[in-house]
């Protein structure tokens, strides 16, 4: 079988940088996209100096234009992509009352529009493989959480857009779905801990007292439900939402 290429955004660090390495150990050729293609240097060579394939692309994925650039930057050097990973996120966390127009907008900017962009621009060569993986990034915080009104209407956007590409595109062999982790070790959380005004260390050891498995999540853990719905054998598994969080939602 031909190599799959794969796009991963949001991918020079965290959860993205994890799920492309991955991809990369499974055989696929990955697009590193993330805000500066510079910062993707880390991700690339890990993925090469394992004997993958790699490139960085730098574009804003809530940006028209510059997802359009990066996407066609990726099918004239790796190849056509028919594999996308709807990754890249930013919080604006805030009680409603102090929530500026910025903060919503910006939120949904980036998940939302940023997941439609780079779904419309990757769609079509998974319409012309008659193949394609799509897995968008949602969140424990679809179902609700104080202080992230714009995140949490973005991550249940995500879930719902997942759901609609699932009907759209089912009928070319493209699959959709949904991972929505609950508190997973990166950046983003440690953001919070600061943000809240508490060290990292504490921060995780109270959010593991609460998880059922009783420890946080890495992003090794979405790395691999990545995987497995990108994987060839995964075909009749669409429109769906995985809680990875170490236990069942409410
Ligand atoms: P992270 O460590 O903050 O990484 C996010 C990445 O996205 C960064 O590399 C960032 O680039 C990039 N990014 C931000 N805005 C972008 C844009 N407009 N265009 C392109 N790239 C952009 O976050 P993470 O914890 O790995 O989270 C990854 C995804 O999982 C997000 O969608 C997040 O909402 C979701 N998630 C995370 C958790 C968790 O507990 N960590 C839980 C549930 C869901 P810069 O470095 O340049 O800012």
Avoid at 171 to 190: E, H, Y
């Amino acid at each position: 079988m031909a190599e799959r290429v794969a796009v991963v955004s949001g991918a020079a660090r965290g959860i993205g940088a994890a799920v492309a390495q991955r991809l990369a150990a499974d055989g696929l050729a990955v697009g590193v996209l993330d805000l500066d293609a510079a910062h993707c240097a880390d991700t690339v060579r890990a993925i090469t100096e394992a004997g993958g394939k790699a490139v960085a692309l730098g574009a804003d994925v809530s940006k028209e234009d510059s997802v359009a650039a990066a996407v066609e930057e990726l099918a004239g050097s790796l190849g056509a992509p028919t594999v996308l990973v709807n990754n890249a996120g930013i919080l604006r966390d805030n009680l409603l009352f102090k929530m500026s127009v910025d903060d919503w907008d910006s939120v949904l900017g980036v998940h939302l529009r940023g997941a439609f962009l780079m779904t419309r621009a990757v769609q079509k060569y998974m319409v012309e493989a008659k193949w394609g993986r799509v897995v968008n990034l949602s969140s424990t915080s679809a179902l609700g959480n104080r202080g992230q009104a714009n995140y949490s209407a973005a991550k249940a956007g995500m879930q719902g857009f997942t759901k609609t590409l699932a009907f759209e595109l089912g009928k070319f062999g493209v699959t959709a779905n949904a991972i929505a982790p609950g508190f997973i070790a990166t950046d983003m959380t440690a953001a919070t801990a600061a943000r809240v005004g508490v060290d990292f260390e504490d921060f995780q050891k109270a959010a593991a007292a609460q998880i059922p498995v009783q420890r946080v999540g890495t992003p090794a853990d979405i790395a691999h439900t990545a995987s497995f719905l990108v994987s060839e054998g995964a075909g009749f598994v669409s429109g769906q939402v995985i809680y990875v969080a170490g236990g069942p939602t409410n």
